[in-house]
């Protein structure tokens, strides 16, 4: 089982990152996805997150207003566009894969720098 984040980097304050997570070894369309992030000394806090079975979907504090969560079943990846971003975003991204309300699959994260 993988959850491969990518398309972190370094992004001037007011610019834009689509953030990927490409799933294998687990039958992805079954699992309810999220992003949460977490900036150096801070708590890991939840961007987005998007249910499997009515594509419902949950921004937490860190996402709402600058962030849309999208997912492909058909190549098993889940998506993080941000959109205005400031320094504060600063922190590494992590993806997640949840049964229900149990977390089950994590990735390594993508570091995203938001700085002039």
């Known amino acids: 089982v993988q959850l491969v984040e990518s398309g972190g980097g370094l992004v001037q304050p007011g610019g834009s990152l689509r953030l990927s997570c490409a799933a294998s070894?687990?039958?992805?369309?079954?699992?309810?996805m999220s992003w949460d992030r977490q900036a150096p000394g801070a708590k890991r806090e939840l961007v987005a997150g998007?249910?499997?079975?009515?594509?419902?979907?949950e921004y937490g504090d860190a996402g709402k207003g600058r962030s849309t969560i999208d997912r492909d079943d058909a190549h098993n990846t889940v998506y993080l566009e941000m959109t205005l971003l400031k320094p504060g975003a600063t922190a590494v991204y992590y993806c997640?894969?949840?049964?229900?309300?149990?977390?089950?699959?994590w990735g390594q994260g993508t570091q995203v720098t938001v700085s002039s």
């Open positions: 998007m249910r499997r079975a009515d594509g419902g979907i």
């Open positions: 070894g687990f039958v992805f369309s079954g699992y309810a």
């Open positions: 997640h894969a949840w049964n229900y309300d149990k977390l089950v699959y």
